[in-house]
């Protein structure tokens, strides 16, 4: 198949480079990445200071809030193949948990975050069990609608703050010496990587196995993987609270660092945007959606000096991105799976099968 | 919660219901349209209606030489404005639409691109003519000046017609007709109908594609023109993100009536309207995107053909 | 207590005014190799359909080992025991050999999201099972040498060969193949044919949608004729080959039709 080979691509490269490598390289070269990125706000490089913001501030939001929520947005609809345009409604669920609760209960943040999770979730069930059976442009729609009502929804309930929000949000407890301060988004940033790193974990995992193989039969062809037993409306409920856990976590994170929220800030150009980082990056393939990520988070910080015209140029980019690369910079694989054992497979036709 | 309200007002609400679903009724139409011959919503037509009432407003103030603080015309002068203002703002979004068609779909499509890719391009460029509109407005809305004086023609049980609604009814009703007629006479119109039913056969039968899709985005422009100079008409203002609400109310009476068929649409757009007013009545204005979405779910939900559509939930296998 | 696999009684099928299947009975024998023949548009891939739960039929009974399955779920018939391949090949393309067939040994893991998280021992079990018959079933269809290759890369013959493969992953008692045949020469059928005979000796049952006549007389016990989602005929291939209603309703002797 000489067309594949000609379009050898830099995940594919990358990926044989990994599965040629022996255990300890492979633990050694990951062991190294993820020590650079805790290192990262530690940088100092005129090349990728980002003029008019605090670079670290920067990393930790937008950058690695945008990460975790396009790993999180990845399940749903790089996958699973289903159309989410509401995505900020799940980010706005764990956010105002950890503000309703940090203002008005004693809890701290780590005892919030499963609460803001579970909801978070409960609202995925709630809304995805009616809804996932739709086509694909129709539940586009309705979740972009989900999105709307809940931010309509937080703009209109003065008691959980009306159009004014709420402010006062408490930060987290001091772990050893690292404290929680709105002066420095170092150690906010790190309970992100860690959480976005413990997320990456689980979803390569799944992805790796059963529910991974039932999300993709499911985005490929929903009928026929119905026809092979799999009960795609189970899974893709799943995809659908999975996904909105990981903006719990993200939401409660974000509101015990900005400290105060208003409701206006979870719009749909939050749900675009990380809808773009998906696409961006290269639907279903976890390493693309992070470069995409962080290009589309990084980006407009970096240029700055563009301010007033920048979401223009961000639509215009979209446009042309697709028209150009319509399956993102780092498509998933479209070469064959390379796998050692194999190549000695013999091929027999005669066996037995029981 | 005010049923009172809702019951004093009623025919009063009713007619204002049904001028907005006029609206509503003419923007669907290019939703509608769209979906069935490219299976696909286009999320740029919220903008194609944006962009018609700032090309009225530019017709108004820069064709014809009215000022916002003039006094309203009369005679043939009002009926002269009235008309560029609306040929204008029809032309402004039926070329819109083609373009939009050009530059964010046709590539997609000929590549045969995911729905997912098609979406996000849509999405770019509705993004981009916001934010374009945006900065040229400065954020501000814009005011329309009044044209026509608007008076009460008549009392029905308690309602006051007022004349600019009726000629948003009537207009739109006579523009939705001859639409219908070019969907069914036309040879064009056959067109857009064989390529919904099915595409491939249509080629096959010598019918030019490409040409048939920018007749049906036109034709969409060209009825949610019609329906941003009634909008500016009504409201007398317009601002860079009118689009958004309206589309979304405008897609769900689409769905409501069928997506994809034209009769739904129609009907679609009056229900909607009058359900929207009517509930604006009773839960108040803040909520009424709410009770949009909520119509649209339940229609979903329970009647996924819509009123009068067909199912397009079918599995083939 | 049936002998019977499976049992359509008076099954009917209408789609609006179009009846495609009219009163059909038929009955599969445990352990046979059935075939399903009829002109095109005779309701032959309607009647799999309604078997697997893609249509719910207008009237009339499917009973699937006694029981019966209408309005079940079209998961839970594949994992009662019914699995089947399509017409016009629909393989996951995007996925590897492998993964397609795994995924159709996957239905009867008892794994979910949770435990797949975890590694639990059940799981890492179950997966290697799943895997293991994956390969062993591709071995079988004689295409082993394309596990690691992408569903849609694959030439025509071994895709319909996977299709096969991953309809024997979910481990079926009813195996309904739909035109296993179209697009093959005349060697390839033969092997086909062998296959097909092979997968009965191991104990499945199958029901064969097929056109080309010397591959059915070859390959079948019995035959059951469609015409116009009506049955004019069923009994041995002997019987059906010379039964005047099914030679005309072929206008003309039952040739081979590829």
């Known amino acids: ?354 | 919660m005010d049923f009172a309200l809702l019951r004093d007002a009623f025919w009063g609400l009713s007619f204002d219901g049904l001028a907005l679903g006029a609206i509503y009724a003419l923007i669907s139409l290019g939703y509608t349209l769209v979906y069935g011959v490219l299976r696909l919503i286009n999320f740029a037509h919220s903008e194609v209606f944006m962009i018609g009432t700032f090309a009225a407003l530019v017709a108004a103030s820069g064709i014809m030489g009215v000022k916002v603080e003039d006094d309203p015309r009369t005679g043939v002068s009002m009926i002269l404005t009235l008309i560029v203002c609306l040929a204008v703002a029809m032309l402004a979004s039926a070329i819109t639409a083609v373009l939009v068609e050009i530059v964010a779909y046709r590539r997609l499509r000929q590549r045969g691109a995911t729905k997912l890719a098609t979406l996000i391009s849509a999405i770019g460029v509705s993004i981009s003519l916001v934010e374009f509109f945006r900065i040229i407005t400065d954020s501000l809305p814009r005011e329309f000046p009044r044209i026509m004086e608007k008076t009460f023609l008549f009392s029905y049980a308690g309602a006051d017609i007022r004349n600019d609604k009726v000629i948003v009814i009537v207009a739109a009703g006579l523009m939705m007709f001859a639409l219908e007629r070019f969907i069914t006479k036309s040879r064009l119109g056959k067109g857009i109908r064989a390529v919904s039913m099915d595409e491939s056969t249509s080629t096959l039968m010598g019918v030019n594609i490409n040409r048939v899709i920018t007749v049906t985005f036109f034709a969409g422009g060209l009825m949610a023109g019609a329906a941003a100079f009634f909008y500016i008409l009504v409201y007398e203002n317009t601002s860079f993100k009118v689009g958004f609400f309206l589309g979304i109310s405008a897609f769900t009476a689409a769905v409501l009536g069928g997506i994809g068929n034209l009769k739904g649409a129609l009907f679609g757009g009056f229900a909607l309207g009058l359900m929207e007013t009517w509930s604006s009545a009773v839960f108040g204005t803040a909520w009424k995107a709410v009770i949009s979405f909520i119509i649209l779910v339940l229609v979903l939900l329970i009647k996924p053909t819509g009123l009068f559509g067909e199912s397009i939930q079918q599995a083939r296998v | 207590m049936s002998e019977n696999v499976l049992e359509l009684t008076n099954l009917t099928m209408k789609f609006g005014g179009v009846t495609a299947l009219n009163e059909v009975n038929l009955v599969v024998k445990k352990g046979e190799i059935l075939a399903l023949i009829g002109p095109n548009g005779a309701g032959k891939t309607t009647v799999f359909n309604v078997i697997t739960g893609v249509y719910k039929p207008t009237s009339g009974e499917v009973l699937f080992q006694g029981a019966s399955i209408v309005g079940k779920k079209r998961f839970k018939i594949t994992e009662l025991g019914i699995a089947r391949t399509f017409q016009n090949i629909r393989l996951f393309g995007e996925s590897t050999a492998l993964e397609n067939v795994v995924t159709g040994a996957d239905v009867h893991s008892k794994t979910g999201v949770v435990g797949s998280i975890f590694g639990t021992p059940r799981s890492r079990r179950e997966e290697k099972a799943s895997l293991d018959r994956a390969l062993e079933l591709l071995d079988f269809m004689g295409i082993k040498k394309r596990a690691g290759q992408l569903g849609k890369n694959l030439p025509y013959g071994d895709q319909r060969r996977l299709e096969i493969a991953r309809a024997l992953a979910t481990n079926p008692k009813l195996l309904l193949l739909d035109e296993p045949a179209a697009g093959f020469n005349p060697a390839e059928k033969v092997a086909l044919g062998d296959t097909i005979k092979r997968i009965r000796d191991a104990g499945y049952t199958v029901l064969l949608i097929e056109h080309d006549m010397s591959l059915i007389m070859g390959v079948s016990d019995r035959v059951v004729v469609l015409d116009f989602g009506t049955k004019i005929a069923d009994g041995t291939t002997k019987e059906v080959q010379n039964d005047p209603r099914v030679i005309e309703a072929y206008l003309g002797a039952p040739a081979d039709a590829s």
Not at chain 1, 12 to 27: I, L, T
Not at chain 1, 308 to 333: C, T
């Open chain 1, 1 to 354: 198949m000489s067309d594949m080979k000609s379009r050898l691509n830099l995940r594919d490269r990358g990926a044989e480079y990994w599965e040629r490598s022996p255990k300890w390289r492979r633990v050694a070269l990951a062991i190294f990445f993820i020590a650079i990125c805790y290192a990262l706000p530690f940088l100092n490089n005129p090349l990728i200071n980002t003029p008019g913001s605090d670079f670290q501030s920067v990393l930790f939001y937008p950058v690695g809030m945008y990460v975790l929520m396009a790993i999180g947005l990845n399940i749903v609809v790089g996958k699973s193949g289903l159309l989410d345009l509401g995505y900020v409604a799940f980010f706005a669920i764990g956010a105002y948990t950890m503000a309703i609760l940090g203002t008005k209960t004693s809890l701290n943040f780590w005892e919030i975050m499963p609460i803001g999770v579970g909801l978070a979730m409960l609202s995925g069930v709630l809304l995805g069990t009616p809804t996932l059976r739709l086509r694909g442009d129709y539940l586009a729609i309705v979740t972009l609608g989900f999105g709307e009502i809940v931010r309509i929804f937080a703009v209109n309930t003065d008691s959980i703050g009306g159009a004014r929000g709420i402010a006062g949000i408490p930060t987290p407890p001091d772990i050893f010496k690292a404290k929680f301060t709105i002066l420095d988004p170092k150690p906010y940033y790190w309970v992100l990587l860690t959480f976005t790193l413990l997320i990456i974990w689980m979803v390569r995992r799944m992805a790796a196995r059963r529910p991974g193989r039932a999300w993709d039969a499911i985005r490929q062809d929903d009928d026929v993987a119905q026809l092979m037993g799999i009960n795609t409306r189970k899974y893709k409920v799943w995809a659908f609270v999975l996904g909105a856990a990981v903006a719990g976590v993200g939401g409660v994170i974000y509101a015990s660092q900005i400290l105060s929220i208003v409701p206006d800030q979870f719009n749909l150009n939050i749900s675009i945007l990380i809808l773009a980082c998906v696409v961006f990056g290269g639907i279903g393939n976890v390493w693309g959606v992070i470069l995409g990520a962080v290009l589309l988070a990084f980006t407009p910080e970096r240029i700055r000096f563009l301010s007033q015209p920048r979401i223009l140029v961000f639509g215009v980019a979209l446009v042309v991105m697709m028209n150009l690369r319509p399956d993102g910079i780092l498509p998933k694989k479209k070469r064959e799976h390379f796998d050692p054992n194999w190549e000695t497979v013999e091929e027999s036709g005669e066996g037995q099968i029981k």
